[in-house]
C-alpha cells in the first residue's frame, strides 16, 4: 500500500445479505459475493467459523474464485466461549481449513477471540497456553476484551506461548472492556475495528446493533496514527467489524486512502452514506 507495502486492510466477513444495495450491486449472487470483494480489498477476515466448524469444500472455493485474496480465520466458540473443546474439535477445525493451510501464502492466521467475562486469571492463562499448544505450527493471533489483561506480562505471555501477535482493539469505551492496548507483540500486527457504539454494545437485541457504526474521517485519521506508532515494518492486518450495511467496508476504503491509496467507492455506498462520507 503505497510505502506502507506490508500494510492490509479488509472487512470482518464479507457474506452480508445487508451489503447488497449498498456494498454489493443489489441482486448480486452470494456465490459471487468474494469475486466481487476483491475487486476492493486484498484481505478478508472469515467469521462464519466461530458458528460452525469449517468445512475444507468451502475454503477450497473460496480460494479457486478468487487470485490474491488472503485469509484470517475465527476460532469456532468451543474454543473461546464455551472452552470445553477435545482433541477432535481441534482436529476437525484444523481438517476444516486445509486447503488454505495449504496454501501458506494465502493464509494469515486464526483468530482467537475471547469474551469480556473471561478475566486475567492464572487459570485463563493455563487455558491459553494450553489452546495455544494444540494449534502449534499454524499461525494465531488472540484478542481478549476484558482490561484485566491489559499489562506488560501478559504481552510477553502471547509471545511466550506462541501466538503470532495480541490483536488491537478499536471499541466503545465501555466500563471494563479493554481497548487498544496499541502495542506490537510478536511477528506481525493485527488491528481489528468494532465501532464505537456505546448505547448498543451491551443493550442490544440484535447482535448486529453493536457494530451500526460509521467512522468518522477524524476518527479514521487518529485510527491511521495509532496503527502507524506499531507498524515497525511488520506485516499489519487492519479488519473493519462495524459491519451494519457495508459501514465497515467504506470506513476501510476510506482509511486505505488515508494511507495514500488510490481507491474506488461502488455506488451503492457512495447514494447511502454520501452526506457522511468525509466528515
Known amino acids: 500500500m503505497g510505502k506502507y507495502k506490508n500494510l492490509y486492510i479488509g472487512c470482518s466477513g464479507f457474506s452480508y445479505r445487508d451489503w447488497k444495495g449498498t456494498f454489493y450491486p443489489s441482486h448480486i449472487p452470494e456465490s459471487e459475493m468474494i469475486i466481487y470483494y476483491e475487486q476492493f480489498f486484498n484481505v478478508v477476515e472469515i467469521n462464519y467459523t466461530y458458528y460452525t466448524m469449517p468445512h475444507p469444500y468451502t475454503f477450497q ?5 478468487t487470485k490474491r485474496l488472503r485469509f484470517a480465520v475465527k476460532a469456532n466458540q468451543v474454543f473461546t466461549h464455551e472452552r470445553n473443546y477435545t482433541k477432535e474439535d481441534v482436529k476437525k477445525f484444523i481438517e476444516g481449513i486445509k486447503p488454505l493451510l495449504e496454501e501458506e501464502e494465502r493464509f494469515i492466521a486464526i483468530l482467537f477471540q475471547f469474551p469480556e467475562s473471561f478475566r486475567y486469571t492464572p487459570e485463563n492463562l493455563e487455558y491459553i497456553k494450553r489452546l495455544s499448544l494444540d494449534f502449534a505450527g499454524i499461525d494465531r493471533v488472540i484478542e481478549v476484551r476484558h482490561r484485566s489483561f491489559a499489562n506488560r506480562e501478559f504481552y510477553e505471555f502471547v509471545e511466550e506461548v506462541g501466538f503470532s501477535t495480541l ?7 465501555v466500563k471494563g472492556l479493554l481497548i487498544g492496548p496499541w502495542v506490537s ?8 475495528l468494532h465501532g464505537r457504539n456505546k448505547e448498543k ?5 440484535e447482535a448486529y446493533e453493536r457494530y451500526d457504526y460509521l467512522y468518522s474521517i477524524e476518527e479514521l485519521e487518529e485510527i491511521k ?3 502507524l506508532r506499531i507498524y515497525e515494518g511488520k ?3 487492519v479488519f473493519f467489524n462495524n459491519h451494519y450495511r457495508g459501514k ?19 455506488k451503492g455506498l457512495l447514494s447511502t452514506f454520501a452526506p457522511k462520507l468525509w466528515e
Request: hydrophobic share 40%; net charge neutral.
Open 248 to 266: 465497515g467496508a467504506l470506513n476501510a476504503l476510506q482509511l486505505k486512502e488515508l494511507f495514500g491509496e488510490e481507491v474506488k467507492i461502488p
Open 185 to 192: 507483540v510478536g511477528t506481525i500486527n493485527y488491528v481489528r
Open 225 to 227: 496514527e495509532k496503527i
Open 167 to 173: 490483536v488491537n482493539v478499536d471499541a466503545p469505551k
Open 201 to 205: 454494545w451491551h443493550a442490544h437485541k
Open 61 to 65: 472455493s473460496f480460494l479457486e474464485k
Open 235 to 237: 506485516d499489519t492486518y
